[in-house]
C-alpha cells in the first residue's frame, strides 16, 4: 500500500463525515430564504458548536473503547455552575471560568478513576455518575435561572470582523490546543491502544491507565467547556434531564457519523465534530423545507437508522464469516 | 448420607455470590427503611412494593435476555410507549379492537425488536447505535400519530383488570404475570437449547457460530422477545394508569439495565441467573421507594440512587484484573 493510500484510509470516516456535511450544508443554505449569509452561517455555528463540542468529549472517551452516558450531565452540570459562577468583573469571570472547566475535567475523571481502577464496565458506572451529575445539576438550579456575564457571552456568539463566527473559532481552538496535542501524545497513542486491543498494549509497555485516564479527564473537560458556552447562548442554567439525555444520544449518533468506531481504537475528534454539524444541518434541512415540526423527530430517526445501516456496507469486504463476529 | 452432602454443597457452590449479596442489600434496605418507619415490614406494604417491581421486571426480563447476548436495547423507553399507545389505539377500534387490543400492542413491540435484531444479528450494526436508531424512530412515529399530545384513547378493561385486579385476593395480578414470565425464562434460559445458545454467543459468538448454531437466529428471536416483553410492559403500565403517556417508558431504561447488572449478570454477556434479575429489580424497586418515601428533594435522590449504584457494583461487579 502506498503512503496515501494509507493516509487515505485512516481518515476515510472523518472525511466521508466531511463530504456529507459540505453537501448538506450546500442544499441547507441553497434553500434558505437568506441564503449564504454571514447571519446564517453564525446561527447554524452556535447550535452546532455545541453538540460538536459535546460529541468532541465523546469521542475521546470512545476510542478508548468505552463509552460515556453521562456526558449530556456534565454538559447539564458545567452548565448549571457557570450560571451561578461567570458573571461579575472580569476577574471573577475568569476565576469562574476556571471553576466550571476544572469541574467539568474533575466528573470526566472521577468516570475514569471508576472505569479504570474500580474495573466497572464504562456503560453502567457512567449511567450511575450521570445520576449524580444530573442530582448535583439539580442542586445547583432546581429552577431554570441564573446569568452570565453578557460581555463576554456575547463576544464569544458573535462574529469576528463581522464575518467569522466566534464560536468556530473557539471550536477550532479547542481541537488545535486540546485534541490535537492529546491524539499525538504517547498517552493519546496508549489510549488509542488500549482501545484497540488492552492486552496488546498492556503487554508493549504503553501507559494505559494514565492514557485513559487523561482520555476521560480531558473528555469532561470539553464536555464542560460545551456546558459553558451553552450558558454563553441561553443566559441560563437549566437542569432539564430531556436536553441531556437527548445531547448524550446525539453525541453518540455524531460520533459514529463522523467515522469513530464504538469498538475503540479508531476514529478521530475531528471527524465527531463534523458528524456532529452534519447531524444539526439535517435537523435544520427540515425548516427550510418548511415540513411539518411533528414530522422532525421521525425524520431525524430515519437519517440516524439510513446513516448506521451504512455502517453494514462493510459486510460486503468480509470473505471469512468469522471474519464478521467481534 | 454422601449423596445429600454432595447435593448440598453442590447448591451452595450454584449460589451466585452477586446474587447473595443483592438479596442482602434487600434485607439491610428493608432494615433500614424499618428504623424509618415501622410500616416498612408490614405486608401490605411489601406487597405494595412487589406489585411497583412487577412493572420494572417484565421489561428487565427482556433486557436481561438481551444482555445475556453481549448487546445491549437502548430502545425501551419508546418500545414501552408504543406498546402502550398502540393498545390504547386498538381499543378505540370497536369490539374486535378490544379483544385484539393486548395482543396488537406486543406486537408493534415485537416489530421494533425485530428490526433491532435485524440490524445487530444480519447488518451486525453495534447494538447500541441501532437501537438508539429504532427508538428515535419510534418516537417519531408516536409523535406523528399522537400529534405531540398524549393520546385520548384510554385502556381497555382486560388491560386494567390485568394491572390492576387481583384473580386471588390480596395478590395482584401483575405479581402472576412476572411469575409466569420468569417462570418461562428460567425454563427457556435452563431447559432449552435456545438458552443455552443464548450463553454460548455471549461468552464467544464464533465458537457458538462454529459449533453449529445459528446465531443470527438466535440473535434476532432474542431482540424480537426484548422489544415484545418490553412493549407488553408499556401495557401493562397503560392498564395501570388506564392511559398511555408520551414520555411514560423514560423511566424504565436505566432502572432496567441496573437492575439487571446489579443481579449479577455480565455486561459483557454469557452470565447471569434470573435469579440474579429478579433480586436486582426488587433491589432498584425498593431504593427508589425508600427515596421518594424520606421525602428528599429529587436532587438528593438522583445523587444517592446513582451513588448507591456504583457502591454496590464497586462492591461485586467488578471485572478481574488484566494482569
Known sequence: MKDWQYRLAEHRGTLTALSIFVVMFIIYTANHPAGFTANVVQTAANKGVLLALVAMAQTMVVITAGIDLSVGMIFLLTNCLASWLVVGSPLETAVGVVIVLAVGALCGAINGAIVIYGRLQPIVATIATGAVYFGIALLLRPFPGGSVNEVLADALTGRIFSVVPASLVVLAAVIALIWVPFSRSVYGRAAYAAGSSETAAYMSGMPIRRGKLLAYALSGLVAGIGGLFLTFFTYTGDAALASGNAYTLFSIAAVVLGGVSLFGGKGSAIGAVFGALAFRTIGDLLFVFDFDPLWQPLFQGLILLAAVSLGALALFRVRNRLESFQ | ?323
Open chain 2, 1 to 323: 448420607m454422601t449423596q445429600t452432602t454432595g447435593r448440598k454443597t453442590r447448591f451452595i457452590r450454584s449460589l451466585d455470590p452477586a446474587v447473595l449479596t443483592a438479596f442482602g442489600c434487600i434485607l439491610l434496605l428493608l432494615v433500614l427503611g424499618s428504623f424509618y418507619s415501622r410500616s416498612f415490614l408490614s405486608p401490605e406494604y411489601l406487597l405494595q412494593q412487589l406489585k411497583v417491581a412487577s412493572f420494572l421486571g417484565v421489561i428487565a426480563t427482556g433486557m436481561m435476555l438481551v444482555i445475556l447476548l453481549g448487546q445491549i436495547d437502548l430502545s425501551v423507553p419508546w418500545t414501552v410507549a408504543t406498546g402502550a399507545m398502540m393498545a390504547c389505539a386498538a381499543a378505540a377500534y370497536g369490539p374486535l379492537g378490544t379483544t385484539l387490543a393486548i395482543p396488537f400492542g406486543i406486537l408493534c413491540g415485537i416489530a421494533i425488536g425485530l428490526v433491532n435484531g435485524v440490524g445487530v444479528a444480519y447488518l451486525r450494526i453495534p447494538s447500541m447505535i441501532v437501537t438508539l436508531a429504532t427508538n428515535a424512530v419510534a418516537q417519531g412515529v408516536m409523535v406523528v400519530y399522537t400529534g405531540g399530545f398524549s393520546p385520548q384513547d384510554s385502556a381497555t378493561t382486560a388491560m386494567r383488570y390485568l394491572a390492576t385486579g387481583a384473580l386471588i385476593p390480596g395478590i395482584p395480578n401483575v405479581v402472576f404475570i412476572w411469575a409466569l414470565i420468569g417462570a418461562a425464562m428460567v425454563f427457556i434460559l435452563r431447559r432449552t437449547g435456545f438458552g443455552r445458545a443464548v450463553y454460548g454467543i455471549g461468552n464467544r459468538e464464533r465458537a457458538a457460530y462454529l459449533s453449529g448454531i445459528n446465531t443470527r437466529r438466535i440473535v434476532m428471536i432474542a431482540f424480537a422477545a426484548s422489544g415484545g416483553l418490553s412493549a407488553f410492559g408499556g401495557v401493562l403500565l397503560a392498564g395501570y394508569a388506564s392511559k398511555a403517556a408520551q414520555s411514560m417508558g423514560d423511566a424504565y431504561l436505566l432502572p432496567a439495565i441496573a437492575a439487571v447488572v446489579l443481579g449479577g449478570t455480565s455486561i459483557l454477556g454469557g452470565r447471569g441467573t434470573y435469579l440474579g434479575t429478579v433480586a436486582g429489580v426488587i433491589l432498584i424497586t425498593l431504593l427508589q421507594s425508600i427515596l421518594s418515601v424520606t421525602q428528599m428533594p429529587e436532587a438528593g435522590r438522583q445523587i444517592t440512587y446513582g451513588g448507591v449504584i456504583i457502591f454496590m457494583l464497586l462492591l461485586y461487579g467488578r471485572a478481574p484484573p488484566s494482569r
